[in-house]
């Protein structure tokens, strides 16, 4: 049987950070869901009103065989703006679209420290990234899963993820890093 570890990762949306996940080789599934919170089992809707403390989250489970975490937490500097303090670009605005890098033993602690600290030496502005323990991991709802691909024609996908999609595929294509922003 193949080894699967997992990493919980906030970075805006989590429809954006799932389609850009499942570019990658050897992320075996990705799940939305919410992480952070003071509510058990939240709702969309309840995370929507900024007061259960919860960021929308990806679960990307992973063959480190094939994809180190290294690899994962340097592709996360590139699927989001990790200086912003208030969300994401002009529409995911609210602490349900914080960056966090939620950590479940002390080598992913070690390996996002190191990680911020990397992507920091090239930037200008602070990393707001907070790195924090994972208490737990809340799957969201089934029509939040692999949302990009079954809905591209909708608005937000085609105006936001669409874009950022085709940016990335092109930078994975050229091994480029230092994509940033939305």
């Known amino acids: 049987m193949t080894n699967v570890d997992s990493l919980v990762l906030g970075g805006g949306c989590f429809w954006c950070l799932d389609a850009a996940y499942q570019l990658l080789p050897g992320v075996t599934k990705v799940t939305c869901g919410y992480a952070g919170g003071h509510v058990d089992n939240p709702s969309y809707e309840q995370v929507y009103t900024d007061t259960t403390g919860h960021v929308e989250v990806v679960k990307i489970d992973y063959d480190p065989t094939k994809i180190t975490l290294e690899r994962l937490l340097a592709f996360f500097w590139q699927v989001h703006d990790p200086t912003r303090t208030d969300g994401q670009g002009l529409e995911d605005i609210g602490t349900r679209y914080l960056s966090r890098i939620y950590y479940s033993n002390a080598a992913q602690k070690t390996a996002a420290e190191k990680s911020r600290a990397t992507e920091q030496a090239t930037l200008t502005k602070p990393i707001a990234t907070e790195i ?16 990009f691909a079954q809905h591209p024609e909708r608005a937000y996908c085609a105006a936001i ?22």
């Open 132 to 147: 924090s323990p994972l208490e737990k991991f809340w799957p969201a709802e089934e029509y939040h899963q692999n949302y």
């Open 161 to 182: 993820i669409k874009p950022k999609i085709k940016k990335l595929k092109t930078a994975i294509a050229h091994g480029t890093h230092g994509i940033h922003g939305n």
